[in-house]
């Protein structure tokens, strides 16, 4: 068992350390270097990236129907702050190989769900079924 099954910070500093090293033009053990995990480690900042934007999304979504679906509540200038936080959040951390990777519309259903049933004792005002914003409209930064 190697440190990556053991300890992923330990593994993780060694495999970093060789790499530099490596990367200087320094021979090291290519038999310390943990090639496959290293591979795997990369990809998965790439998948965790892109899923905090989603998430960023979703929650900015669900800022904006809440205020399509309570629009005369007294917490609507609340939420779209928030809205627009998260909105520059995902903005700022949103890369363009990240277009063609987001699915909108799973990303938009899962905040539908989240939508509260009621706020203030009312239901909401009826919501669209498909995202009616475009990602680019999503991904603004400008409030």
Known sequence: MSDYDTDILLWSERQSEL???RATGELVNDAELDWPNIAEE???VGREQLQAVESL???AIIYRLKVMAWPQSSAVAGWQDEELHFR???FDRFTPAMRQRID????YR???QRVPKQ??????????DACPWPLDDLLSDEP
């Open 42 to 44: 990369i990809e998965s």
């Open 119 to 128: 706020i203030d004792g009312l239901a909401p005002q009826p919501l669209p």
């Open 88 to 90: 520059q959040d995902a």
């Open 57 to 59: 999304l979703r929650q």
């Open 110 to 112: 899962r905040a539908l």
């Open 104 to 107: 909108l519309a799973r990303t």
């Open 19 to 21: 790499l530099r090293r």
